[in-house]
């Protein structure tokens, strides 16, 4: 009987160790890109060369979850994304940059809304050089609204 205690309860335990994900905030996403800008200067929505910090490039592959709004570009209407900042305060005008939208990719088609608060999770991909993504980009994604 204790042996099969003993082999339930580490199974128990490496399964939440093999299920979890790492928590973000958006400072983690903030700080954990910087960008070389041109000698000449950079135009305006010139995707700039992303130097990622050691702990997302610990990350990348993994499993995250990160909350903020739900965005959907109109003319595509294909296309997510999950902001710091809401559209209804012009996440473009200003209020971040590049690092604080996360681009997602779902396995169906979400049922969120614009500027819905929401959790998501699924697997970080850094993107150094493809300038039709973001710098950052969820894969596998799925998640839930948050109520306030």
């Known amino acids: 009987m204790l042996k099969k205690t003993g082999l339930l309860l580490f199974f128990v335990l490496f399964t939440q160790i093999t299920v979890s994900q790492t928590l973000l905030d958006w400072d983690d996403m903030i700080q954990g890109v910087a960008y ?15 130097t990622y910090s050691k702990k997302m490039i610990a990350l990348e592959g993994k499993e995250i979850s990160i909350t903020g709004y739900f965005l959907v570009l109109e003319g595509v209407k294909e296309s997510y994304m999950l902001s710091n900042n809401p559209m209804a305060s012009c996440f473009f005008c200003g209020n971040g940059g590049p690092e604080t939208i996360i681009e997602l990719y779902f396995n169906s088609k979400p049922n969120f809304i614009m500027d819905d608060l929401i959790s998501i999770k699924g697997k970080l991909k850094l993107n150094r050089d493809n300038p039709d993504h973001t710098y950052y980009i969820i894969e596998q994604a799925n998640g839930f609204t948050i109520k306030i």
């Open 36 to 50: 070389t800008i041109p000698k000449g200067g950079a135009e305006l929505g010139e995707f700039l060369t992303p």
